[in-house]
């Protein structure tokens, strides 16, 4: 089973691990040394909060001064990175096949309609297979390097119309839907 998230950019890089071909690097001085072949030092530095020193340091092997919360970060750049030709092929195919990008999701929303804007209190908790186009825009924004918000924005267009307007005619779909406060996200594919 695939883990949860709150961040739609990491969900989709765990849906994205079922598909790939061999396993990434496990000793964390390897993570490193791959991140390094795939990533500008500072660049890293700056994404797991350390020094260029200390990657050096780390991707010699002495990973003593390397903290749990960098560890994370470390295990989400090497989940982030692996594999990126296999993961856009693989997305590839499932949207070539019309295969299903199924979401699975507890958050609030908000709509914005011609009459103001309206929070919806209740949390939701919904499974719906995202429509082929948002599907699509989903992996693009992803391949890259969008932003969370514009990650959300796209999903909530996609669950907008998988959920909320199924069965609506695109003249009567007079709300837009915003993710407010995304509690835990999932994707199978």
Same mark, same amino acid.
């Given at each position: ?8 950019? @990491?969900? +989709?890089?765990?849906? !994205?691990?079922?598909?790939?071909? /061999? =396993?990434?690097?496990?000793? $964390? *001085? &390897?993570?490193? #040394? @791959?991140? +390094?072949?795939?990533? !500008?030092?500072?660049?890293?530095? /700056? =994404?797991?909060?350390?020094? $260029? *020193? &200390?990657?050096? #340091? ?132």
């Amino acid at each position: 089973m695939t883990p949860t998230s709150t961040s739609v950019a @990491h969900a +989709l890089d765990l849906a !994205d691990a079922r598909h790939w071909t /061999h =396993r990434p690097p496990r000793a $964390p *001085a &390897a993570r490193i #040394r @791959h991140l +390094l072949r795939t990533l !500008d030092t500072e660049a890293l530095a /700056h =994404r797991l909060f350390a020094y $260029p *020193a &200390a990657l050096t #340091r780390w991707a010699d092997g002495d990973t003593s001064t390397l903290s749990p919360s960098q560890a994370a970060l470390l295990e989400r750049e090497i989940l982030r990175t692996w594999l990126p030709h296999t993961r856009y092929n693989a997305h590839q195919r499932i949207l070539d096949h019309h295969g299903c990008v199924a979401v699975q999701l507890q958050a609030r929303f908000t709509y914005t309609t011609a009459h103001g804007e309206f929070d919806d209190p209740r949390l939701h908790h919904l499974t719906e297979e995202l429509p082929l186009s948002h599907a699509r825009a989903l992996f693009e924004a992803h391949h890259h390097n969008a932003d969370e918000d514009r990650l959300r924005r796209i999903l909530a267009d996609g669950i907008g119309e998988a959920y909320f307007f199924h069965g609506l005619a695109s003249d009567q779909q007079q709300a837009a839907i915003t993710i407010s406060d995304l509690h835990s996200i999932r994707f199978h594919y």
